[in-house]
């Protein structure tokens, strides 16, 4: 069993910049895709962004140009920074491990507002 554990969320203003981190446990971390995903009140779930094995990166398009995802394979942990948020950006931010496994954080709530 995977344990995914988000941290880093929280309030800022519109035009700020937070960085999300993701710790994974168990072994094999290198070998799986890593994903953010998000959540806005009334919407579904979207992904925001995710990171190969190999490394090779994909965005949703309201994020590109703003938001980088990368992994540490050491540490076992993808991350994801956010520029020039918007209040649009306000979600719950998941992390998802696969496929072809299939894990899930608990998520981190993230608000962008002045």
């Known amino acids: 069993q995977v344990q995914l554990v988000e941290s880093g969320g929280g309030l800022v203003q519109p035009g700020g910049s937070l960085r999300l981190s993701c710790a994974a446990s168990g072994s094999a971390f290198s070998i799986y895709r890593m994903g953010w995903y998000r959540q806005a009140p009334g919407k579904q779930r979207e992904l925001v962004a995710f990171?190969?094995?190999?490394?090779?990166?994909t965005y949703g398009d309201s994020v590109k140009g703003r938001f980088t995802i990368s992994r540490d394979n050491a540490k076992n942990t993808v991350y994801l920074q956010m520029n020039s948020l918007k209040p649009e950006d306000t979600a719950v931010y998941y992390c998802?491990?696969?496929?072809?496994?299939?894990?899930w954080g608990q998520g981190t709530q993230v608000t962008v507002s002045s």
């Open positions: 998802r491990q696969g496929p072809p496994n299939d894990y």
């Open positions: 990171i190969t094995a190999g490394g090779s990166t």
